[in-house]
């Protein structure tokens, strides 16, 4: 059985940081590519970083020089380091795991910014 579990989600003032994390369990965890996604209410989810199983790394514009993604392998966990938050990145963030055909999803942690 398949079980991504993120944590670390919070409230937090505009300007802070906080730390996502996913444990994996069930997959080859070193071969799949991961990701973090987010959805804010009345909003369609959206890639906010990604992770190849190789470790290479991409986000969307509205993160870059603020959030960083990070994987163990030998954890077989992913984080997600959030800093200098904004209102605009309240969301609920899911932990995403693909890999071909197999695509598998976390049941998200909130994060809330807001002072």
């Known amino acids: 059985q398949v079980q991504l579990v993120e944590s670390g989600g919070g409230l937090v003032q505009p300007g802070g940081s906080l730390r996502l994390s996913c444990a994996a369990s069930g997959i080859t965890f070193s071969m799949y590519d991961m990701s973090w996604y987010r959805q804010a209410p009345g909003k369609q989810r959206e890639l906010v970083a990604a992770?190849?199983?190789?470790?290479?790394?991409n986000y969307v514009d509205s993160v870059k020089g603020r959030f960083t993604i990070s994987r163990n392998n030998s954890k077989n966990t992913m984080a997600l380091q959030m800093n200098s938050l904004k209102p605009e990145d309240t969301a609920v963030y899911f932990c995403?795991?693909?890999?071909?055909?197999?695509?598998?999803w976390g049941q998200g942690t909130q994060v809330t910014v807001s002072s």
């Open positions: 995403n795991a693909d890999r071909r055909s197999q695509r598998y």
């Open positions: 992770i190849t199983s190789r470790g290479s790394t």
